[in-house]
């Protein structure tokens, strides 16, 4: 009875088809012209036995969703008017193929698989590259491949994203989704062969836009510390701005930073909201507890800490009262920090917080914005000469080698000067160590201070620097000069009526997609050293396994492979002879799932173990790092990983023909045999078990290979 209306579905759909596409058209032949559209598309076949499809008219456009259904599978695709699909989500039964296993299909077929589907889905001037690399990370116990790239116009990137998963088991594409789902973007995307008239013209734009790009960049010198943590070396590191991007058609720059200030200023005036910095009452102390602590020798009172604190007159705490004081007890330092809470009738508040033995100020927070329309009394010059004198009571000695390293004055609703002093040397700022100061752009009172001031490495000399424009030619050679499309905040009012009913439903702008030049790279360096003219990269420790001691090992296929899927040991040697201790087969098996750990890095044994027993590999009295494994014991581990332990453990029922049979332990035995018939074991070169022989690294790894590919 379901096929037949499934094939009365396809009749009506076909009829439907011939009808003109009018504004008029009824619902469900709207629906029937985008579903025979989808179908033809993705090659939907006729065996679902259930359909049933909606729609959702927005402002922005319509989306179908559309369904099929059947016993053991069910589809769901978002389409757009015209039948371009826009997400895809298929869920399929299927066996489970356990714990720690290959995936059926490779992640370069999977490749192949999600570009033939983009090349279904997408057309005319859209298209989409799929690449085995730019997929999630390959990984044991993931059996879906999630293929992410951008949507190419016209053979160019844009910023729509596009993602595809295929199952590793069945070679099916599972999801496809990109990311304007929901998104309008006015106007049309330009041809480039329409704005370029060759490859000359294309390749002399490109260089314009290369110095008009070069041009909003801008570094900074000062000192910043080395990797050691011990030294602090000059660099020039870049002045944080705007986004740019160079209009291909007219050759403007266009700043898209200010674009976005502008719709914001433009609006409903972003609304100003501020965060008030209060005391958390989480984790503090009852009254009792807080008495308890007074009266610990050292320890200041609430009393005392309060004249403490109200010495500081500064900080605008006359007129005010104390409504709360909470301590902190660093269990592994001993040091207690008391947080004094002050605030008046009218909802004012200011928190500082204070060395609870000695009363000296660590820091202080209170409220940094206001009324929308509030007018500042106290100019900047006043409030970084309150600023000033503040730091040089507080921290005399610190404060003799700092300078102003950055301001800001109070607006738009902020009612605080902010100050930003750090230590410099040698003529050059290390921000490192840096004072923080707001002041009150009313009262002119201290509002908030926190620094820090601990570093204390030795300092490069300041000789032999390179210029400033050989440090930006070296900082812009980092970039690559692209051509794509942009996303482009416009005004819809510059369209005239063309939008008009997204105007009056309050839509002020929206997004366009424009033809530019811009500046992109895949690295980014964190500065450029000031005496070598090199871009400095950020240390990486990529967890990546290789091995560089398996030259004709007899594992080297397997070991490679596993390496593939992030199963292993870092360290970059696998040394294959070394005997297995229970530390390693526990980091080789958590690697499994998921977890590769350094085994060089502190506390990674723990880490380790936590992970082990979570997978019920080991109970934690069980932990012996340092003993060593045999090559029954890792069997045993495994095939229990693995689930086959329950059957292994019955007696009488299984046999093997390793040759030392009949050595092998009752205990081992079932293991022995299940082993042998899953290809997990052949036999060392003698065909023996050898159930009690410590097991090497290498037969550690190949075990496991064989398990995996069961």
């Not at 009808?19 to 076949?45: C, F, G, H, M, N």
């Not at 869920?91 to 999600?114: H, L, N, Q, Y």
């Not at 920090?337 to 033995?357: H, I, P």
């Not at 914005?369 to 503040?390: Q, Y």
Request: negative net charge.
């Amino acid at each position: 009875m379901k096929r037949a209306a499934s094939a009365l579905l396809a009749a009506i759909l076909s009829l439907t088809l011939a009808l003109p596409a009018a504004a008029a058209a009824t619902a469900d032949q709207r629906l029937s012209r985008v579903t025979l559209a989808v179908k033809e598309t993705l090659e939907i076949p006729d065996t679902y036995t259930e359909f049933s499809g909606d729609m959702e008219e927005m402002e922005t456009g319509t989306i179908w969703s559309l369904r099929w259904e059947n016993a053991d599978r069910s589809l769901r695709v978002s389409a757009d008017e015209e039948g371009k699909v826009l997400q895809y989500v298929l869920t399929a039964d299927r066996a489970d193929s356990g714990p720690a296993a290959f995936p059926t299909v490779s992640r370069t077929k999977a490749a192949e698989i999600a570009q033939s589907f983009l090349n279904r889905v997408l057309s005319g001037e859209e298209s989409g590259v799929i690449a085995p690399d730019n997929s999630g990370a390959q990984s044991i116990g993931n059996d879906q491949y999630r293929f992410y790239t951008n949507l190419l116009l016209y053979g160019l990137p844009s910023p729509i994203g596009l993602s595809v998963t295929v199952d590793g088991q069945t070679g099916e594409v599972l999801r496809y989704s990109r990311d304007d789902l929901y998104d309008l973007h006015v106007g049309t995307a330009k041809d480039p062969a329409a704005v370029f008239s060759g490859d000359a013209a294309r390749t002399a734009a490109r260089e314009k836009a290369a110095a008009l790009l070069k041009g909003t960049l801008q570094l900074r010198l000062e000192y910043e510390l080395d990797d050691s943590g011990e030294r602090a070396v000059l660099r020039y590191l870049p002045e944080g701005g705007h986004s740019y991007y160079v209009d291909a058609a007219t050759g403007e720059l266009v700043d898209l930073t200010a674009r976005l200030q502008d719709a914001a200023a433009a609006g409903d005036g972003g609304g100003n909201s501020g965060t008030s910095d209060s005391a958390t009452e989480s984790g503090s102390l009852s009254q009792a507890e807080q008495e308890g602590i007074s009266q610990m020798a050292g320890v200041w009172s609430k009393e005392q800490l309060d004249q403490a604190a109200r010495k500081w007159t500064q900080l605008g705490l006359s007129g005010t009262s104390l409504a709360a004081c909470t301590y902190w007890l660093d269990k592994e330092t001993g040091e207690v920090t008391a947080s004094l809470r002050y605030n008046n009738e009218e909802g004012w508040y200011r928190t500082v917080t204070l060395d609870g033995k000695s009363g000296a100020v660590q820091s202080v927070s209170g409220p940094t914005w206001g009324e929308e329309n509030i007018k500042p009394k106290v100019s900047l010059e006043k409030a970084r000469t309150a600023a000033e004198d503040f730091l040089q009571a507080l921290r005399p000695e610190k404060w003799a080698v700092c300078d102003l390293y950055e301001s800001g004055e109070a607006a738009d609703g902020s009612r605080v000067h902010t100050f930003i002093f750090s230590q410099k040397e040698n003529g050059y700022f290390f921000p490192c160590n840096s004072f923080t100061v707001t002041v009150d752009a009313v009262d002119g009172s201290i509002v908030s201070f926190r620094g820090s001031f601990e570093s204390d490495p030795v300092f490069d000399s300041a000789e032999g620097l390179i210029a400033p424009e050989a440090a930006l030619d070296a900082w812009f050679g980092t970039y690559t000069v692209s051509l794509g499309y942009v996303n482009v905040l416009q005004d819809l009012k510059d369209y005239g009526s063309q939008y008009q009913q997204l105007l009056d439903l309050g839509y002020t702008h929206l997004y366009s997609l424009e033809l530019g030049f811009y500046l992109e790279r895949e690295n980014s360096p964190s500065g450029v050293d000031a005496k070598t003219g090199k871009p400095v990269y950020p240390t990486q420790q990529d967890r990546i396994i290789t091995y560089n001691d398996l030259e004709g090992c007899w594992g080297r296929t397997q070991a490679e492979t596993l390496a593939d899927y992030g199963v292993g040991w870092l360290g970059g040697s696998l040394q294959p002879k070394k005997q297995l201790t229970q530390l390693e087969l526990m980091a080789l098996l958590v690697s499994l799932d998921g977890y590769l750990p350094d085994l060089r890095e502190e506390g990674a044994a723990d880490q380790v173990y936590d992970r082990a027993v979570g997978m019920g590999l080991l109970s934690r009295a069980e932990r012996d790092d340092d003993a060593l494994v045999s090559r029954g014991e890792v069997v045993k581990v495994l095939l229990d990983y693995g689930g086959y332990g329950a059957a292994a453990r019955i007696p009488g029922i299984f046999r093997c023909t390793f040759a030392d049979e009949a050595a092998i332990p009752d205990s081992l035995y079932g293991y022995a045999a299940i082993a042998q018939g899953l290809g997990v074991v052949q036999g060392d070169g003698s065909g023996s078990f050898a159930a009690g022989r410590t097991a090497t690294r290498l037969e550690a790894i190949v075990m496991v290979y064989q398990f995996m590919a069961r």
